[in-house]
């Protein structure tokens, strides 16, 4: 009996299965062009076929970029504006200015229009607040401190003139303490010694308004904070005044051994020197600035990236007999200072340490 012959598998296309088409298609009812020849006229707001010119819809939005001129139409200039610079908070009022344009032909009218708006729109709060900001920004710029160590100071400078506070003291003196108290806050600490050299004010003068603005933003910051927790609201630090901290030999460190021109591991071994000097005691009573310098003198010998003391002097603005005077003390606890993990594989040798 014969068996049926097995069918032969279908080796042909496929057809795909039927899917819906989402997409949606605008084309004209009247011409069906596939793929439809639509314009957008902006100038009327109208959408039309460009084969027969049926109007599709009107109202349309423009989103292309805007670069039409409105002021100086006829003197062939390229100013794209339209609404002028956005809203400064470091500035008081509403900002909002007109400005007299001088294309009158060179009848002089326009000359006289600008002097006289000028003299209605000037206010001398403003202007004693940009040459502020000015002076600010130039002494910030000309020791290469980052812009937000900059607005930082500006805005504290802000609290202080809307504040009317210190009338007395000189504004030099003001902008001192708030670039100070800027750094420290933005973790770039300078030291009273380089804010002195930087705006010449006196060390002494910098040191008491730099406590009397602590005092004022302490105050001013803490009769906000009790505002809004009476009115319920929740008070982020971000946002708050924090009282800062004196400068720490570790924080000084970094900065002096990239101006020394010193490793890495040459760096970080002198940040944990200075760190251990604050348990040890070592150089209790000592200023910053010398443990600091100490602390580089010691590690530069130690990972074999021997500084002098007078070339650290340079950069430190210690006295290099300073800097000797305080490395003896550490030479003396050389044995608790330093760490054997320095001194594997050769990093380091204790040997090349100079006798105290």
């Known amino acids: 009996m014969a068996s049926p012959k097995p069918a032969e598998p279908n080796t042909g296309p496929t057809e795909a299965a039927w899917e819906q088409n989402l997409n949606m298609h605008l084309i004209c009812r009247d011409c069906k062009e596939v793929p ?22 009107d109202r349309i939005v423009d989103t292309r970029s805007e670069w039409r001129t409105f002021s100086n139409d006829d003197q062939g200039n390229d100013d794209p504006s339209r609404v002028g610079d956005g809203a400064n908070p470091l500035l008081n009022g509403s900002q909002l200015q007109t400005s007299i344009s001088f294309g009158d032909g060179g009848s002089g009218r326009s000359r006289d229009l600008h002097r006289a708006q000028n003299k209605s ?15 600010i920004g130039a002494y910030c710029d000309a020791i290469n401190i980052p812009k937000i160590v900059s607005d930082t100071a500006k805005h504290l400078f802000k609290l202080v003139d809307d504040a009317k506070a210190f009338k007395g003291k000189s504004q030099d003196a003001i902008i001192a303490g708030c670039i100070f108290i800027a750094c420290r806050q933005r973790k770039v600490p300078r030291t009273f010694r380089e804010v002195f050299a930087l705006t010449k004010v006196p060390k002494k003068e910098i040191g008491r308004v730099f406590k009397a603005l602590e005092k ?30 004196s400068t720490s030999a570790e924080e000084l460190c970094i ?95 204790m040997n090349l340490l100079p006798p105290g």
């Open 121 to 135: 729109t000037h206010d001398k709060g403003t202007k004693a607040l940009l040459t502020a900001y000015k002076e």
């Open 36 to 57: 439809p020849n639509i314009k957008e006229e902006f100038a009327a707001g109208d959408m039309v076929c460009g084969s027969c010119g049926l109007v599709l819809g």
């Open 216 to 245: 004022f933003f302490y105050a001013q910051n803490k009769d906000k904070v009790d505002q809004v927790f009476q009115k319920g609201g929740t008070v982020y630090p971000e946002t708050s005044y924090t009282t800062t901290i």
């Open 255 to 349: 900065r002096f051994c990239s101006h020394l021109g010193l490793s890495a591991a040459c760096t970080l071994v002198s940040q944990e020197l200075a760190g251990k000097l604050t348990t040890l005691g070592a150089l209790a009573g000592r200023s910053p600035l010398s443990a600091a310098a100490a602390c580089i003198y010691m590690a530069s010998y130690l990972m074999k990236q021997g500084k002098t003391a007078k070339e650290i002097s340079q950069i430190a603005g210690v006295s290099d007999g300073t800097i000797r005077t305080s490395y003896k003390h550490l030479y003396a606890e050389r044995e608790k200072l330093i760490n054997p993990d320095w001194l594997k594989d050769g990093k380091g040798d």
